[in-house]
């Protein structure tokens, strides 16, 4: 006569934690690759180094009269103001990715314990849910990053084709 034991563990609770293993160990390289990414003070002095080098190979007599053309200043701040309306859209769909993300977690959460059977199982689910939750954080915060990232080049963009006409002989 055999009798069937059932394990300790439950096999689901083995696999939510594994999940979970497995998710922290990419994340820490996915935080590296974007802490490397994120360069503040290099790019600081990028845009430092175009200024300093603009203003040293500027004709600033020429330059004058390019201040005072009214045609010249308009196309260059409705190109930035384009650019600044743009980046807000961004933004404010960065931020409304966020606002979905949380309260379709808002349902999940409401919901978690409905289907479980025991401490275990919820247990389970709630690894569960909370990695889905999370992992969707990380793709909104990915796209937002993204999206900060296409901003800077805009300005950056703007910043150097301003430079090059005032220079501009």
């Known amino acids: 006569m055999t009798t069937e034991t059932a394990p300790l563990i439950d096999p689901n609770l083995t696999e939510a934690l594994q ?3 497995q998710y922290c160990n990419q994340s820490r390289q996915n935080a590296l690759i974007l802490l490397n990414a994120i360069t503040p003070l290099k790019d600081q002095i990028q845009v430092t180094g ?4 603009t203003a040293q190979k500027t ?5 004058g009269s390019k201040f005072s053309d009214p ?3 308009v196309g ?3 190109e930035l103001a384009d650019i600044q309306i743009a980046a807000l859209g961004k933004i404010q769909e960065g931020y409304n990715a966020f606002l979905k993300t949380t309260e379709a977690s808002t349902q999940q959460l409401s919901e978690l314990g409905k ?3 025991s401490p275990q199982a919820l247990l389970a689910a709630s690894l569960e849910t909370g990695l889905s939750i999370l992992k969707q954080y990380e793709a909104d915060a990915t796209e937002e990053a993204s999206s900060l990232s296409a ?3 805009a300005y950056r963009a703007w910043l150097q084709k301003n430079l ?5 002989g």
């Not at 004709?59 to 330059?63: E, I, S, T």
């Not at 090059?164 to 501009?168: G, K, N, R, V, Y």
């Open 19 to 21: 999940h979970w293993n």
């Open 50 to 53: 175009q200024l300093l080098e």
């Open 59 to 63: 004709d600033w007599l020429q330059a």
């Open 71 to 73: 045609t010249a200043l």
């Open 76 to 78: 260059a701040f409705s």
């Open 115 to 117: 289907a479980a059977d």
């Open 151 to 153: 901003i800077q080049s």
């Open 164 to 168: 090059q006409s005032l220079s501009a």
